[in-house]
Each structure stands twice: as C-alpha cells, then as structure tokens.
C-alpha cells in the first residue's frame, strides 16, 4: 500500500457555521461542498488547501461517533482523524489487516465528497483514526 498524499485532515467541530469563518480564512477559499452523511450522522464542510482537504465535522446527534470525540474533549472537539488518498481502498484493507492491523471497517463504504473510505482502528495505527480514502472513477 502507498499513498499518493493526505486525502483530508477530519476535524469534529461543534458548530461548522462557528468554525467555518477561521478555515475560511486559513484556507483563503470559501468551503466548497457541504454535505450531510445520513449514516454517520454528521453534516460536513469541506476546505482545500493545496492538494489536501480540512473536513469539519459536526455531529447531527448526540448518538453521533463525532459528538461523543466532542464530549470526550471537554466539549472541544478537534483533530478527529488523517485519512489518506489510496488506489484501491478493498486491497489497501486486506494488506493491512495481513499485517495486524486492526480494522475498523471490514469493506470499503462510501462515505462524504464521493469517497469510497474504511477507517483503521487507533489501537493499531499509534492512536491515531486512521482513514483510507479511494478516489471515484
């Protein structure tokens, strides 16, 4: 497995209309897609910078993985996780799992901007969540 770059910096936020200003100004771009993922129950933001992207997350419940990093957090948030950019995410997980990793997602699943994703789990990965990203074709 190698990846061509850092798909996307995920960072659990309260609010994105809160956090949106600084990333914009960070950024010098306005976000370019915002998106809600029924199934993580999260409404995202988007930011590019340079050939990486800054996703905010913010949970749409409290059952929500990223409302429970916020809670977590003192009610913070921040760097959730790194996801990299993979050729094939299905093949990226079989070697990995070949090597101990433990996975958190056992196939790939599509997840927000169009990005087929699996996460690998923190125990494995020097606590760091870890994401694969595979581009769409």
């Known amino acids: 497995?190698?990846?061509?770059?850092?798909?996307?910096?995920?960072?659990?936020?309260?609010?994105i209309d809160a956090a949106a200003p600084f990333f914009e100004f960070l950024s010098g771009e306005p976000c370019y897609k915002?998106?809600?993922v029924e199934d993580q129950k999260v409404i995202t933001a988007f930011f590019k910078v340079g050939e990486t992207k800054i996703e905010l997350l913010e949970p749409t419940c409290p059952e929500s993985t990223i409302a429970k990093f916020i809670e977590k957090n003192?009610?913070?948030?921040?760097?959730?996780?790194?996801?990299?950019?993979?050729?094939?995410?299905?093949?990226a997980l079989a070697e990995c799992e070949a090597k101990g990793i433990q996975l958190i997602d056992k196939a790939p699943r599509k997840g927000a901007d169009?990005?087929?994703?699996?996460?690998?789990?923190?125990k494995s990965t020097c606590g760091v969540l870890t994401e694969l990203c595979e581009q769409p074709k």
């Open 1 to 15: 497995m190698k990846p061509s770059h850092i798909e996307h910096l995920g960072i659990a936020v309260t609010s």
């Open 34 to 36: 915002k998106e809600v």
């Open 74 to 91: 003192n009610g913070r948030g921040g760097l959730h996780h790194v996801a990299f950019n993979v050729e094939n995410v299905a093949e």
């Open 114 to 122: 169009n990005l087929m994703i699996a996460f690998l789990h923190p």
